[in-house]
């Protein structure tokens, strides 16, 4: 029964949430477009599974939730910031930065969710990863300090993530 089911459902979770999110992009609640959401919440994964090498071990998904929840914060707080930046500082005055982020992480999921949070985030952009993995470089807008940034990027996002999937 579960060897069946793996194959007809390989991410549960990611299935849920496809379906999820196609009713909120739906706008409308209705049987069809729960059943339609179920059907494209099933068949995504399942067409894309080959390309999933293997699911990340000691996923901790109530760490996650609280990491999305920081991560939405700074989303917010980061967009006033940079409107007040682009408001209030010439562009001579801007200081931007490239910064060389070490990472501790490995899992290939933990280190592009720590880069997309890096590029959601305003005033800041994940460019490069190195060939080994273990370095992200990542352009910001507008700082004094780099290395503040570095270790805000570090202690604020790359630990919770370690925690996350640990």
Known sequence: ???AFNKLIPHPLLTLIL???WMFLQNELSAGMVVFGLILG???PWGTSVWW???PKGFRAGKMISYSMIVIWDIIIANIQVAWIVLTV???KLKPAWIVVPLRLRAPEAITLLAG???LTPGTVSADLSAQGHCLLVHVLHTDDPDAVRDEII???EARL???FS
């Open 1 to 3: 029964m579960t060897s």
């Open 19 to 21: 379906t999820i999110v």
């Open 42 to 44: 099933i068949i995504i």
């Open 53 to 55: 090498p293997d699911t």
């Open 90 to 92: 010439p562009a001579a």
């Open 117 to 119: 949070t890096i590029t």
């Open 155 to 157: 202690t604020r996002y």
């Open 162 to 164: 370690l925690e996350v």
